[in-house]
């Protein structure tokens, strides 16, 4: 079951100060804006109303358009499983855990360190289908360096869902694998591919390229996310002093603009 914390959280900084915070991110994206790759992207802003510019591909996004994109937010998503008790509820009080994502390397205590396989990674789901605080999986536990990259997705998806209910994961890697990816999913859940939009199954997550910037497979991502009505995480890859501002409010400010922006492509914010 899923657990709900039943505490406020820490108020850490006051509201004026959050205010200001979401202020000079709204300032970012009006004046400084985003980099997006993808130009399918920039036309969607266009159309929005935001100013695009082919030459440097970068978008200055109004304070307007990101006020309408945040009303269309829902208070909670829900992701089904074709076993109904593997339901789970995204909500600001619910806790849901996830297994890690992505290590080229696994280790036990009677084979040692080695790159992982598409054996060791289908033994990492049977584990996470059996610990019972584990809701999501969250990717790959280990990444089957054996599987050659082009089917990589193929096999590792066939697995995820052959070994566990759980809610699966899906790589924004390339719009191709994304909908590979749905296709599977909706096969193991006997539905359609117009009802899996209706019905969320799956997530993802999504890294910008910090400062300022979305390259063409995460762009593809959160565009064919929302396509299909699955929520995606949005993560900007944010290293104080480096990919940004290195004081904490500058830092955090232009994490938000960065999570917005990549909210926008589909008229949701998440």
Known sequence: RQLSNPFRPFELVSADEIEAIHGASLEILERIGI????SAAREIFRKAGAL????TMRVRIGGDIVAQALRTLPDSVTLESYNTERTVTLRREKLVFATVLGPPYCHDIERGRRQGTLADYAELIKLAHFFNII????????EPGDIPVPIRH???V??????????????CQSQRRILDAFEMIAIARGISMDELANKPSTYSIINTNSPLQYDLPMTEGVIEMARFGQPTLITPFTLAGATTPITLAAAIAQQNAEILAGGLPSGRIG
């Open 35 to 38: 980099r997006f790759s993808l």
């Open 135 to 142: 809701h999501l999986i969250g990717g790959s536990p280990v």
């Open 154 to 156: 193929l096999d590792a």
């Open 158 to 171: 066939e697995v995820m869902l052959n070994l566990s209910d759980k809610i699966p994961y899906v790589f």
């Open 52 to 55: 695009v510019d082919e030459e």
